[in-house]
């Protein structure tokens, strides 16, 4: 049981769980709200993607020096995104080093993806991970790719480099062995390669709440009354299932000969943490999801109702998942297809990004445009 005289965030954080950050931006980084949140909420780590930089560009002042110089210099808008969206993960993982330096290196990280467009291009995103890898030029930083069938390959390839990498839009258990699998890959050519298997990081992002928004809406559709009581049960099982997975895969000879080695294991991270649903409790894919040796990346507003609120009672996923496969059966025998949902998510998640990469492109070029 974990103490109750502090604050749920330390609670949380004791029950082994690192608290990141799913925001960034320039001001957040200059205002000294970053170190705020470091010091008072617990917060370890932070990531990115093209939705919070389109949001981050699209408000506030604080890019329009850079803007106009890169204007000035005649970079285009992707040219101008990479430059900025560099310097802001550069910058916030100089805030973040005394957190990797005293965790030796396990947290203080800070995530930049490559572009969305390169989803399904092997070549593309290796050759992209490799570049950001170098401009950023941080060792808290990571680089993230999606977990497409393509994605694999690049995550094996970057690994082998010695570029840490946050494996995003995980769905599928099937996936995440995949995931696992491409990890070890990485790291037995980094090994064979002579690299410092230690000094490569990676975590596995599994996402929870839109697991439940999309399986939530066809037991909607489909309406008995045996199917309603099933919602919001299938994303916290599909997550806790993810976790057992991670002990075994891990557990495995092949696994423990890199670790003998210094490798280190692949973290489970719970992305898609804020509650889609507002009869949900604000809290719940935090507190059914704590577990030695995982991430929770939270929105701000997670983050700050965890941190006012959340009962934190200690591990709520080890042991479980004999009941998390009989929830996920439970949902088949009511007609959701699992492979289904997982695939459709995987898709519309890279969809989004694109979306998200596009207005991110346009809000720059319209930027760059004024200043010239």
Do not use: C
Not at 20 to 27: A, T, Y
Not at 70 to 81: I, K, P, R, Y
Not at 295 to 310: C, Q, S
């Amino acid at each position: 049981m974990i103490a109750m005289s502090t604050t749920p965030t330390a609670r949380l954080s004791e029950a082994g769980v690192s608290i990141w950050l799913d925001d960034l931006s320039r001001s957040r980084i200059e205002s000294g709200d970053l170190e705020r949140l470091i010091r008072e909420r617990d917060v370890v780590g932070v990531t990115t993607n093209p939705t919070i930089f389109a949001g981050a560009l699209a408000k506030g002042d604080g890019y329009t020096g850079q803007l106009a110089a890169l204007a000035a210099s005649g970079a285009d808008a992707e040219q101008a995104v990479f430059d900025i969206t560099t310097d802001d993960v550069r910058n916030a993982a100089g805030v973040f080093a005394p957190v990797y330096e005293s965790t030796d290196g396990y947290d203080g990280r800070v995530s930049i993806e490559v572009s969305p467009v390169l989803a399904h291009d092997a070549a593309g995103t290796i050759a992209q991970a490799e570049e950001l890898w170098a401009k950023v030029d941080r060792p808290n930083a990571m680089i993230k790719i999606p977990a497409t069938v393509e994605g694999l390959e690049a995550i094996t390839a970057s690994i082998a480099k010695g570029i840490s990498v946050n494996v995003t839009l995980i769905f599928s258990l099937e996936r995440h062995r995949q995931v696992v699998d491409a990890y070890l890959t990485g790291l037995e050519q980094a090994k064979a390669a002579g690299l410092d298997l230690s000094q490569i990081h990676s975590v596995a992002s599994f996402f929870v709440s839109r697991v439940d928004t999309e399986i939530d809406k066809r037991l909607a559709a489909i309406g008995t009354e045996e199917a309603l009581a099933l919602k919001s049960t299938g994303g916290i099982a599909n997550a806790r299932l993810a976790y057992a997975l991670y002990l075994d895969e891990f557990a495995s000879e092949r696994a423990k000969a890199l670790l003998d080695a210094g490798a280190k294991r692949q973290r489970p991270l719970w992305a898609s943490t804020g509650v889609k649903d507002p009869a949900l409790p604000d809290t719940l894919y935090v507190t059914e999801l704590v577990a030695p040796g995982v991430v929770n990346t939270m929105p701000e507003k997670t983050l700050e109702a965890t941190f006012d609120h959340a009962e934190i009672a200690g591990d709520t996923v080890t042991g479980a998942a004999a009941d998390a496969k009989a929830a996920l059966d439970a949902l088949a025998a009511v007609g959701i297809d699992y492979d289904d949902v997982t695939a459709l998510l995987e898709r519309e998640g890279v969809d989004k990004f694109i979306v998200s990469w596009n207005e991110l492109l346009d809000t720059v070029r319209g930027a760059l445009e004024a200043a010239r």
